[in-house]
């Protein structure tokens, strides 16, 4: 199974960014899909998850630690895809963004939420 995280870019702060991870070899079903953040020099971090991407979307209400309101999940069956959508975006969410899925990650895009 290969996961291609795309849709990052360059954004002010308050803007949006609608990122998309694209699954080969596996059909997102009813598996668990994670969205993580690595910030230059920390850790990667949770930032949304979904137990069931059958079940999406869903809004990320609280469950992770970022994004609580402002984050959200969806998934394209047609296009094998799941997206994280992020709104009001804040500098301090700047990183490379990884999907998760199957024990896999994503190869990573970039976040950059200018002040």
């Known amino acids: 199974v290969q996961l291609q995280a795309s849709g990052g870019g360059l954004v002010q702060a308050g803007g949006s960014l609608r990122l998309s991870c694209r699954a080969s070899?596996?059909?997102?079903?009813?598996?668990?899909v994670g969205w993580y953040r690595q910030a230059p020099g920390k850790q990667r971090e949770l930032v949304a998850e979904s137990s069931n991407v059958g079940t999406l979307p869903y809004v990320n209400s609280g469950n992770v630690n970022s994004g609580k309101g402002r984050f959200t999940m969806s998934r394209d069956s047609a296009k094998n895809t799941v997206y994280l959508q992020m709104n009001s975006l804040k500098p301090e969410e700047t990183g490379v963004y990884y999907c998760?899925?199957?024990?896999?990650w994503g190869q990573g895009t970039q976040v950059t939420v200018s002040s």
């Open positions: 998760y899925a199957w024990g896999q």
């Open positions: 070899g596996r059909t997102f079903t009813t598996n668990a």
